[in-house]
């Protein structure tokens, strides 16, 4: 699909960071068990994930938090989606986009030690 994309190592937030920096975004696979979830509401809490999962899946990095706590993912579609529910008003939607997760409980959970850097087509 002529999509601008490599594989690049996954040691540190250092290789995430740059990847966002130069305008791309990161692939990663991570273990979902090893990150914190969200508060009560999951909808309006943004901080953690939204489902309870130990499978694990790729997920969509985005960017980071100014002092590097958190990293910013899209999230989209949990291995429970079947049965979760949580989604945004358009109703199909689920609620993963801009979700902030702590960098060390992402870093600690990666299932494979590089990511896919993505170049943000024009």
């Known amino acids: 699909n002529n999509i601008d994309?490599?594989?690049?190592?996954?040691?540190?937030?250092?290789?995430?960071?740059?990847?966002?920096?130069?305008g791309s975004v990161a692939i990663i696979l991570f273990n979902t068990d090893g990150v914190s979830n969200s508060g009560k509401n999951t909808?309006?809490?943004?901080?953690?994930?939204y489902y309870d999962d130990s499978v694990g899946h790729y997920i969509l990095v985005k960017g980071y938090s100014i002092n590097g706590e958190y990293i910013?993912?899209?999230?989209?579609?949990?291995?429970?989606?079947?049965?979760?529910?949580?989604?945004?008003?358009?109703g199909l939607s689920m609620i993963g986009k801009n979700r902030y997760y702590k960098t060390d409980e992402l870093l600690k959970s990666l299932r494979r030690p590089d990511m896919i850097a993505v170049k943000k087509q024009r």
Request: glycine share 6%.
């Open 43 to 49: 909808i309006r809490d943004l901080f953690g994930k």
């Open 5 to 22: 994309a490599e594989i690049r190592p996954l040691r540190n937030f250092g290789d995430i960071k740059t990847v966002i920096d130069e």
């Open 72 to 90: 910013i993912v899209h999230d989209p579609i949990p291995s429970d989606w079947w049965r979760n529910s949580l989604r945004y008003g358009d």
